[in-house]
C-alpha cells in the first residue's frame, strides 16, 4: 500500500456540503489507506491540515499538521496527527477572530471566530481512543477542519463579509504592508 497525493475537492464540489459518516472499522484497509492518503496529500501542500471531504472521502477522518509555512509562518510545529471520528467541546467560551484560509477555496483568507481552547476526543489509526486539548491556532486548525465533516467551509462562520480578503492582500498584511 502506498500512499496517494490526492486531488483537493474545490468550493462548489458537491463532497464538501455532505455531513461526513463516521468510520466503523479504523483498521479496514480502505480506511488505513485513506490516513496514508491524507499524511501524502498534505504534505504536498501549504497547508497545516486537511479532512477527508477535501479528497473526495466523505468519512470523518483529519489530519492536523501544524508547522511554519509561506501560507502560516507563525504556525507552532506540531507532529502530524490523524484524528478518527473526532469530537470536541469548548473548554472555555471564548472565541477570537483569527485569520483562516482552505486548500479547497484557494486566494482567499477571513477573519473567523473560534473558540480558543478546546478539549478533542477521537481514535486513532489503531483504534485506540484518545484526549487531547488544543488552544489558540491549533484549536483553530482542528475546529477548521472539523467543520469540513458536517459540510461546512470557513465562510461560512464569517460573521462579515468586510472580513473576507484575497491571499495577496493577506500576504501584504502579514509582511507588515498595512
Not at 468519512?59 to 511554519?68: D, E, G, L, Q
Not at 469540513?148 to 507588515?176: C, M, P, S, W
Amino acid at each position: 500500500m502506498s500512499a496517494t497525493s490526492r486531488t483537493i475537492a474545490q468550493l462548489g464540489a458537491p463532497v464538501l456540503r455532505q455531513i461526513a459518516v463516521a468510520v466503523e472499522n479504523v483498521k479496514a484497509p480502505q480506511i488505513q489507506e485513506l490516513a496514508e492518503d491524507l499524511f501524502a496529500t498534505l504534505a504536498d501542500t501549504e497547508g497545516v491540515g486537511l479532512a477527508a471531504p477535501q479528497i473526495g472521502e466523505s468519512v470523518r477522518m483529519m489530519v492536523i499538521a501544524s508547522r511554519p509555512t509561506p501560507r502560516y509562518p507563525s504556525a507552532p510545529l506540531m507532529q502530524p496527527t490523524l484524528l478518527i471520528n473526532p469530537s470536541f467541546k469548548a473548554l472555555s467560551e471564548i472565541r477570537e477572530k483569527g485569520w483562516e484560509g482552505c486548500l479547497s477555496i484557494p486566494g482567499i483568507r477571513a477573519q473567523v471566530p473560534r473558540y480558543t481552547k478546546i478539549a478533542v476526543s477521537y481514535v486513532d489509526s489503531q483504534g485506540q481512543s484518545l484526549q487531547l486539548t488544543l488552544e489558540n491556532f491549533i484549536a483553530r486548525v482542528f475546529q477548521h477542519e472539523y467543520d469540513h465533516l458536517d459540510g461546512l467551509v470557513y465562510l461560512d462562520r464569517v460573521e462579515n463579509n468586510r472580513d473576507i480578503i484575497t491571499e495577496q492582500e493577506f500576504q501584504k498584511l502579514i509582511a507588515g504592508g498595512r
